[in-house]
């Protein structure tokens, strides 16, 4: 770290995350936990799932997140007829006859999948290669995606007629797995008094891509201690089962473990957890702090813990 520099850019940081936050909060009611996790994503430069039954404001947040980002914006519906050129565009043949690449909504910087697993795998998968590479191939030919860019996603729980499970695959794209909680009853009578009068709240814009993009280097250059870093590792290790790290809470509950993805999203997270709350460096609180929405869709729970009403959750937290 450049010390004098980042040290500014550390503070520089924290007022844009109080900005960001209270624009947000403007809008959002009670949402504070989900509202960080989804600010942590986008600093780390992660995509995130939102998961919740529905008018929960999954798709208000991501719409006010939008709005006080100066960036460019797409809403894509999933929907069991979607195709996946829906998503990334498809080929034309232009006056010439010649064939034009016609750009699909992927081609912004926020990107709201809403309702994901609505539609099929095959049309989920056209995300894969954009959330990862930062790009799509259509016929041969590579198009970079402008940075930054993050994939919003609202899912509602599997439980409900007409969804699809996302692969492991899609699912190990994401930094983080936030759920949303029904609000409470103070927070619920507030949020009916707001949406049901005149009040007209303006978002204002706070922040701009180039200082994202700055953000997200900062956090990059964010030092880690070994043992807070072997700390990470460590936890990832414990979740997967029959292995020589494995926790006995995993060989008894889980089919399969976390993969190195989630060691990597954990440190970045820590890092900019640790930077949000003033500190110049993670330690292992921070990385705990993170630690559940990092890992709680990366685990597959077998049978035994299914039959025993046992969560992910309840895992991450025995091996915490």
């Known amino acids: ?3 004098i520099n980042d040290v500014e850019v550390v503070k520089s940081l924290q007022s844009a995350y ?6 947000i909060k403007k809008i959002i009611i009670g949402q504070d936990q989900i509202i960080r996790e989804v600010i942590i994503s986008i600093f780390s430069n992660g995509h995130c799932l939102l998961v919740g039954v529905p008018g929960l404001a999954k798709t208000l947040l991501v719409n006010s997140i939008a709005q006080v980002l100066k960036l460019q914006y797409k809403r894509i519906q999933f929907t069991p007829d979607l195709m996946p050129s829906d998503i990334i565009g498809t080929e034309i043949l232009d006056k010439e006859r010649n ?24 049309t989920q998968a056209a995300l894969l290669e954009a959330m990862q590479e930062r790009a799509v191939t259509v016929a041969g030919i590579r198009y970079k995606l402008d940075d930054p860019f993050f994939v919003l996603a609202t899912q509602n729980p599997i439980e409900q007629e007409g969804t699809y499970p996302l692969p492991e695959a899609q699912l190990d794209r994401f ?7 029904y609000p409470e009853f103070t927070q619920e009578i507030e949020i009916v008094r707001n949406t049901t009068s005149d009040i007209n709240v303006i978002l204002n814009n706070v922040i701009s891509a180039e200082e994202i993009l700055n953000y997200q280097s900062l956090i990059r ?3 880690i201690n070994n043992n807070v870093l072997e700390y990470a590792v460590n936890l990832s290790s414990k979740t997967r089962p029959n292995t020589k790290m494995a926790h006995k809470t995993s060989n008894n509950f889980l089919n399969w473990g976390a993969g190195p993805r989630a060691s990597q999203y954990l440190v970045i997270g820590a ?32 049978y035994k813990a299914e039959a025993e009403n046992i969560s992910a959750d309840d895992i991450i937290n025995e091996l915490l």
């Not at 109080?18 to 624009?23: A, F, T, V, Y």
């Not at 699909?104 to 309702?115: H, Q, W």
């Not at 930094?175 to 909680?181: A, H």
């Open 18 to 23: 109080d900005k960001l936050s209270g624009e």
């Open 1 to 3: 770290m450049n010390q």
């Open 221 to 223: 250059r964010i030092p």
């Open 271 to 302: 890092k900019t957890y640790a930077v949000l709350n003033g500190k110049f460096s993670p330690d292992i609180e921070d990385i705990k702090a993170v630690a559940l929405p990092v890992l709680r869709h990366r685990i597959v729970k077998n």
């Open 99 to 122: 064939f034009k690449f016609n750009k699909g909504p992927v081609f912004a910087n926020i990107i709201l999948a809403d309702e994901i697993n609505r539609t099929p795998p095959k």
């Open 175 to 181: 930094m983080f797995n936030i759920k949303l909680d």
